[in-house]
């Protein structure tokens, strides 16, 4: 990062009392007797056992046989032993233990597609639902460590299905519903799933798209494939293939409502999900019963404090780590959770403020993208819905720049909701660092790490640092954390551990000011050395999407002979704007007065987007593979891979 880096500004959000008194955290922390939030922060990361047992109390995590240790690190800090000899399933967690109690009558689950039809499930029907689906998975012979995919739209049958899967002992195996066959085999083969979960098709942007027949094709590469259950859900006509095949409503809907839980080893696999590396097969983070569920929840109760009573929409998909973490946390905390399956500005602009006067929502889960995209549409459609039912926002996938984040803050929130950035990742099970309703909040940042979260910013030597960029890293386990990569622990810990002994190394660079507030400013492996000067791509892409011509940016380093590396920046332009050489210069210009003539970039190209996962991610690797015409690896996670040809063209 460039060595004037500018931490922070001024707090523009304090919490209020009704804040504090209702929040979680002081609830937690009542309960232990901790007399503030600097406290808490210290014991959960100088005592991690104590800490997770007062989560898992807290949290009313069940066991059907008690643990016998909650932490054995006698393995190393890699490989720590969770909740050793204790048993239990989730799934008891998530409903079994609300059957007969007031929470079996409340709404779990709301959903609705692009043609506005909506339905509501109450945990008991959700329940029953999942008994249906555990028992027909059991009559196909699936159980305990079979490993099963989910390719579908964001349905109320993909979650009863990821949770018979649960039911039964068996391995989620989440996949991206945009995926292309040659994705979804990589995974499937490379867990050795037997069955598979999809749907005829799925409607986006009043489209239908074809999911059979891609699932079909990705059949014909795993072997170890024995059924697919398909939902009808679009009506485009699929080929069934005779003892593979089964339609979802004649082997699911005859079966009973009553079904067992297996009871298992508390460790044992609960989910693998793949994140696409750089080169090479992707990579499956492994967790278990006793891991993801209880860091989502915990990362739910204390950043964004939802109750029951309380409505959480985040835009997500299954196959996004952020679609498991809505359906774990919201129901162990007996809340409701809302999946839309559809584009959040689809038909219209309004269609995200539609959905949240429509349903109520609370807690609304967005991404700076997402924002930046409804920004540049304009402030009209904020104005057609009652927006009165939000009690904050959360944000994750992308480093903020300060004018979408303070359009979302005065525009939408009417500067009185918070906004809780979250960031951390898949092999996380949620976030390091998080706003909460305790902390005060500055624009772009977060306020602390996670509590349990031994977080830190270490320079190139390994020491800690404050206001300076540095890397990202972690000193102690905690219950969430991946169990290693499927069939590749060498490959997990060269990519945490092998950097400083006993420390975690995100890859995210980070920066923690004089007022502890923290910042994440992108990918390490994304920053552009430019004649010695570190400089981070987020540093370039705010001070262009400032300009109201530009609604988002990518600034990319590429080799050159004197400096090392030269910038190229790639810029998506308002509806409205057409590329010219006077714009080019002026944004040119905007860097040069604020970052220094030796900052100038090489070219300012211009495209009409810029390559994204689904989770709005902008794949800054695959803008300069393809600006440099190399592999750009592995794009499956891509929700827009035309791009990459896009930008080859670009000028």
């Not at 403020?353 to 700076?368: A, D, F, R, Y």
């Not at 790490?449 to 540095?470: H, K, T, Y």
């Not at 290693?484 to 420390?503: L, Q």
Request: proline content about 6%; aromatic content about 10%; charged content about 20%.
């Amino acid at each position: 990062m460039s060595e004037d880096y500018s931490f922070g500004g001024e707090f523009i959000w304090w919490p209020t009392a009704e804040y504090i008194d209702q929040a979680h955290l002081t609830r937690f922390m009542l309960q232990e007797d901790i007399a503030d939030f600097e406290t808490l922060m210290q014991r959960s990361t100088e005592d991690v056992a104590w800490f997770t047992e007062a989560i898992l109390q807290y949290l009313d995590i069940q066991f059907q046989t008690p643990y016998r240790n909650i932490l054995d690190l006698s393995k190393g800090i890699a490989w720590p032993q969770w909740v050793s000899g204790g048993k239990m399933n989730i799934i008891h967690n998530l409903l079994d233990k609300y059957m007969g109690s007031d929470i079996e009558h409340w709404p779990a689950l709301i959903t609705e597609d692009e043609t506005g039809e909506a339905n509501t499930f109450t945990y008991g029907e959700l329940y029953r639902r999942v008994n249906q689906t555990a028992n027909a998975l059991r009559s196909l012979g699936l159980g305990p460590g079979d490993a099963i995919g989910l390719y579908m739209p964001m349905t109320r049958e993909i979650v009863v299905a990821m949770l018979a899967i649960v039911k039964i002992g068996g391995i989620i195996l989440p996949l991206f519903s945009g995926y292309g066959s040659g994705a979804v085999a990589t995974r499937l083969a490379d867990a050795n799933a037997k069955a598979l979960f999809t749907a005829d098709g799925a409607q986006r942007r009043g489209r239908l798209i074809g999911m059979k027949s891609v699932a079909d094709q990705a059949a014909e590469r795993v072997p170890s494939l024995q059924h697919m259950i398909v939902t009808k859900r679009v009506g485009i006509e699929s080929e069934m293939v005779p003892g593979r095949d089964h339609w979802w409503h004649e082997l699911v809907d005859v079966q009973s409502t009553h079904a067992a839980t297996e009871i298992i080893d508390a460790e044992s696999v609960l989910m693998i999900i793949y994140t696409s590396g750089t080169t090479g097969r992707p990579k499956g983070a492994v967790h278990t019963h006793a891991g993801f569920p209880i860091k989502a929840s915990q990362d739910m109760a204390f950043g964004t404090d939802l109750h029951p009573g309380q409505r959480f929409y985040w835009m997500t998909d299954m196959g996004w780590m952020m679609g498991p973490w809505l359906v774990f946390g919201a129901m162990i905390l007996g809340s409701t959770f809302i999946l839309y399956d559809g584009a959040p500005n689809y038909p219209s602009p309004a269609k995200l403020w539609e959905l949240v006067e429509k349903h109520q929502i609370t807690q609304l889960g967005i991404s700076p993208t997402l924002i930046r995209t409804l920004m540049s549409a304009g402030d009209q459609h904020l104005k057609m819905h009652d927006l009165s039912s939000i009690k904050l926002f959360a944000s994750t996938g992308e480093p903020w720049n300060p004018d979408p984040w303070m359009w979302l803050f005065e525009k939408v929130g009417g500067g009185s909701k918070p906004i809780i950035n979250y960031s951390g990742g898949t092999e996380i099970s949620g976030g390091i660092v998080m706003g909460n309703p305790l902390l005060p909040v500055k624009p772009t940042a977060f306020s602390a790490p996670c509590p349990g979260i031994a977080a830190d910013v270490f320079d190139e030597e390994g020491n800690s640092v404050r206001n300076q960029v540095g890397e990202l890293v972690i000193k102690a386990p905690w219950i969430g954390m991946t169990r290693g990569f499927w069939g590749d622990p060498e490959r997990y810990e060269e990519t945490y551990w092998s950097r400083w002994p006993g420390v975690w190394v995100q890859g995210d660079f980070a920066a923690i000011d004089s007022d502890g507030q923290w910042y994440i400013l992108g990918r390490s492996d994304d920053t552009i050395k430019i004649a010695g000067k570190r400089l981070g791509p987020a540093e370039v892409e705010s001070l262009l999407v400032a300009h109201p011509a530009v609604v988002e940016a990518a600034a990319i380093g590429i080799p050159h002979e004197v400096k090392g590396s030269a910038l190229v920046v790639y810029c998506v332009l308002t509806a409205d704007q057409q590329p010219s050489d006077e714009l080019r210069s002026e944004l040119k210009g905007s860097i040069v007065s604020s970052l220094g003539k030796s900052l100038t970039p090489e070219e300012i190209l211009f495209i009409d987007d810029l390559p994204k996962t689904r989770n709005a991610k902008v794949m800054r690797r695959m803008v300069r593979a393809a600006h440099l015409g190399i592999d750009p690896g592995d794009t499956s996670s891509l929700v827009n891979p035309e791009s990459i040809t896009a930008i080859k063209k670009a000028t």
